[in-house]
């Protein structure tokens, strides 16, 4: 079976320091990544998605990038954190065209 | 472009009653259509999914949702609805082709003992 996983789980990090999320998948290749945030436990933005290795769309341009360095490896990155990157950061995958699954996402604080 | 709409923020249902979350879609195209469940401090749980064949979906939980061309509507349902039902739900569409989803904004449903 598949399974998907996220780390840390929560992170506080200062403003200005630096950010990477990891999130790997289990039990299938070639999936489609994807990460969202969730700010105040209400709606999800997508942030970016991925097809296949070195291949990413950027769907808001903003403080933060992602690299998927292995089919099954997708990690978020920032130079340096703004008090607004603050959220739940959620990962998720999919295969061909059925549903996506999610992992158990991170709780980022930003101070 | 492709959105949902989910128009209530809050549904709140005593517990044995049915319930009912509401979403509305609007794509080019056939859409694929799903619902999830969150807990709080969790990532989402996958329910339920149309893609095409009978209008009336069964999920997990006890969960249901009909669709509704005409209506362009995609109602989440439960018919005695459980305090552990508490959770903030969203619903989703893709249209037909590898693209991501796109989610509502949630409801958060309140079951009341």
Redo the contacts between chains.
């Keep these: 079976s598949q399974t998907i996983h996220q780390w840390p789980a929560t992170l506080v990090q200062p403003v200005g320091s630096p950010l990477s999320l990891e999130c790997t998948v289990e039990g299938t290749s070639n999936p489609?990544l994807?990460w969202y945030r969730q700010a105040a436990?209400?709606?999800?933005q997508?942030l970016f998605?991925s097809?296949g290795i070195g291949q990413i769309s950027s769907?808001v341009p903003q403080n933060l990038s992602a690299s998927r360095p292995q089919d099954r490896q997708f990690i978020l990155s920032s130079k340096k954190l703004l008090l607004s990157d603050s959220g739940?950061y959620?990962c998720?995958w999919k295969r061909?065209?059925d549903?996506?699954?999610?992992?158990?996402?991170t709780?980022l604080t930003v101070t | 472009a492709q959105s949902v709409a989910q128009p209530e923020d809050q549904v709140n249902v005593a517990e044995g009653n049915p319930l009912t979350v509401k979403c509305t879609y609007s794509v080019s195209g056939n859409p694929y259509l799903f619902w999830y469940v969150q807990y709080p401090n969790r990532g989402l749980q996958f329910l339920l999914k149309y893609i095409t064949g009978d209008n009336l979906v069964k999920g997990s939980y006890g969960f249901e949702a009909e669709f509704n061309k005409s209506q362009t509507s995609f109602h989440l349902k439960k018919p005695s609805a459980l305090v552990s039902d508490s959770a903030l739900y969203f619903c989703a569409v893709r249209p037909s082709g590898n693209t991501p989803l796109v989610f509502g904004k949630g409801t958060r449903l309140s079951v009341i003992a």
């Design positions: 489609n994807y436990g209400r709606g999800l997508l998605y097809v769907e739940f959620l998720a061909g065209h549903e996506q699954y999610f992992g158990p996402g709780r």
